[in-house]
């Protein structure tokens, strides 16, 4: 059974950091590309980091970048998103997802998803 289970979400003030944490199971997880998409209240789902199997290259949403950065540990089966320099504007539920093969960042393309974790900036 699979399954992607996220930690470390919360409330923060503008400016703090968090780091958020996703475990992975009941998949081969090196094998796969992880990533992390985010819903604020009353928003779509968007894409936020991927990295790619051997963690060689990233991608960000150009909102993140210089803030956020995205690791991955295959010998703990598990990804991070260490968030920086935090804004209200970043409040949402982040949530990891896992994809056999990289292709974008459209949430169609990703094939296992976790139940999220609500993360709060305030101003």
């Known amino acids: 059974q699979v399954q992607l289970v996220e930690s470390g979400g919360g409330l923060v003030q503008a400016g703090g950091s968090l780091r958020l944490s996703c475990a992975a199971s009941?998949?081969?997880?090196?094998?796969?590309?992880l990533g992390w998409f985010r819903q604020g209240p009353g928003k779509e789902r968007e894409f936020v980091a991927a990295i790619i199997r051997g963690g060689g290259s990233t991608y960000y949403t150009d909102s993140v970048k210089g803030r956020f950065t995205i690791s991955r540990d295959n010998a703990k089966n598990a990804v991070y998103l260490q968030m920086n320099s935090l804004k209200p504007e970043d409040t949402a539920v982040y949530a990891c997802?896992?994809?056999?093969?990289?292709?974008?960042?459209?949430?169609?393309?990703?094939?296992?998803w976790g139940q999220g974790t609500q993360v709060t900036v305030s101003s």
């Open positions: 009941g998949f081969t997880f090196s094998s796969y590309a």
């Open positions: 997802a896992a994809e056999r093969l990289y292709r974008g960042a459209t949430a169609d393309y990703w094939d296992y």
